[in-house]
C-alpha cells in the first residue's frame, strides 16, 4: 500500500498540477452522477484522439463532481460522457494532493495475486459488497498534456483503477459480485432494480 501511495503522489505531483481544483463540496456540481439502472452506464466509452483544452476542463469538472460527492473516483461514463477519461484521489481530505486524470488507460499486466475488498460506488449509493480483483497492476495512459504515462499500482490504487475502468466498458462493481444473497438485499435496501445488474461469471 505505502508503494503504491508514494508512486501516486509523484505521478500525480509531476504530471497533473494542471487540473486541480478546490476539493470542496459544491451545491451545484457542475455534472449529475447517473445511476444504477440507466443506460448510459452500459455504453462502451470512445478513445480520447486529442488531449486539448476541452479534455482538461472535462477533468476538471469531473473532480469538482467528483468532490461534492465525497468520492475517490469517477469514470467519465457516470457523467453521461463517453470518453476514456478517469479521475482518481485516494486523499481528497489532503488538499496538497495532486489528483490522478488518466485518458486512454490500458491495463497492459496484472500480478498473480488477487484479494477480496468491499467497494462502493458514486452510481449505486449506499451499495457495499465485496469483489475479487488482482492485488496489482500495470497501466499505460496519457496524461492531461496528452503524454504517455506508466504506472505500476497495487493495493487500494490498483483497485480504483480497475473499478474506474470498468466503468469505460459499461461494467459496474455489483456485476462482479459473487454473494447473491448480500447482492440482492443491498440492492433492495438501497431502491435498485436487481434485473439492472449484468453479472459476470
Given at each position: 500500500?505505502?508503494?503504491?501511495?508514494?508512486?501516486?503522489a509523484?505521478?500525480?505531483?509531476?504530471?497533473?498540477?494542471?487540473?486541480?481544483?478546490p476539493k470542496?463540496a459544491?451545491?451545484?456540481?457542475?455534472?449529475?452522477?447517473?445511476?444504477?439502472?440507466?443506460?448510459?452506464?452500459?455504453?462502451p466509452?470512445k478513445?480520447?484522439?486529442k488531449v486539448?483544452?476541452?479534455?482538461?476542463?472535462?477533468?476538471?469538472?469531473?473532480?469538482?463532481?467528483?468532490?461534492?460527492?465525497?468520492?475517490?473516483?469517477?469514470?467519465?461514463?457516470?457523467?453521461?460522457?463517453?470518453k476514456?477519461?478517469l479521475?482518481?484521489?485516494l486523499?481528497?481530505d489532503n488538499?496538497?494532493?495532486?489528483?490522478?486524470v488518466?485518458?486512454?488507460?490500458e491495463?497492459t499486466?496484472?500480478?498473480a495475486a488477487?484479494?477480496?475488498?468491499e467497494e462502493?460506488?458514486?452510481?449505486?449509493?449506499?451499495?457495499?459488497?465485496?469483489v475479487v480483483?488482482p492485488?496489482?497492476?500495470?497501466?499505460?495512459f496519457?496524461?492531461e498534456?496528452?503524454?504517455?504515462?506508466?504506472l505500476?499500482a497495487d493495493g487500494l490504487?490498483?483497485?480504483c483503477?480497475?473499478?474506474e475502468?470498468?466503468h469505460?466498458?459499461?461494467?459496474?462493481f455489483?456485476?462482479?459480485v459473487s454473494?447473491e444473497?448480500?447482492l440482492?438485499?443491498?440492492?433492495?435496501?438501497?431502491?435498485?432494480?436487481?434485473?439492472?445488474?449484468?453479472?459476470?461469471?
Amino acid at each position: 500500500m505505502a508503494r503504491s501511495f508514494a508512486q501516486m503522489a509523484r505521478t500525480a505531483e509531476q504530471v497533473n498540477r494542471g487540473v486541480q481544483v478546490p476539493k470542496v463540496a459544491m451545491d451545484n456540481p457542475p455534472f449529475p452522477i447517473h445511476k444504477l439502472g440507466d443506460q448510459v452506464l452500459r455504453k462502451p466509452a470512445k478513445r480520447i484522439s486529442k488531449v486539448d483544452e476541452s479534455v482538461r476542463e472535462l477533468a476538471r469538472a469531473m473532480l469538482r463532481t467528483m468532490y461534492s460527492a465525497k468520492g475517490i473516483g469517477l469514470a467519465a461514463p457516470q457523467v453521461g460522457v463517453h470518453k476514456q477519461l478517469l479521475v482518481i484521489d485516494l486523499e481528497p481530505d489532503n488538499e496538497a494532493a495532486a489528483p490522478m486524470v488518466l485518458i486512454n488507460p490500458e491495463i497492459t499486466s496484472f500480478g498473480a495475486a488477487i484479494d477480496t475488498y468491499e467497494e462502493g460506488c458514486l452510481s449505486i449509493p449506499g451499495v457495499y459488497l465485496d469483489v475479487v480483483r488482482p492485488s496489482v497492476v500495470e497501466v499505460t495512459f496519457r496524461d492531461e498534456m496528452g503524454r504517455p504515462q506508466k504506472l505500476q499500482a497495487d493495493g487500494l490504487l490498483a483497485r480504483c483503477i480497475q473499478h474506474e475502468m470498468d466503468h469505460l466498458n459499461g461494467v459496474l462493481f455489483v456485476d462482479r459480485v459473487s454473494d447473491e444473497l448480500s447482492l440482492n438485499e443491498e440492492l433492495k435496501e438501497q431502491g435498485f432494480d436487481r434485473a439492472a445488474v449484468r453479472t459476470i461469471r
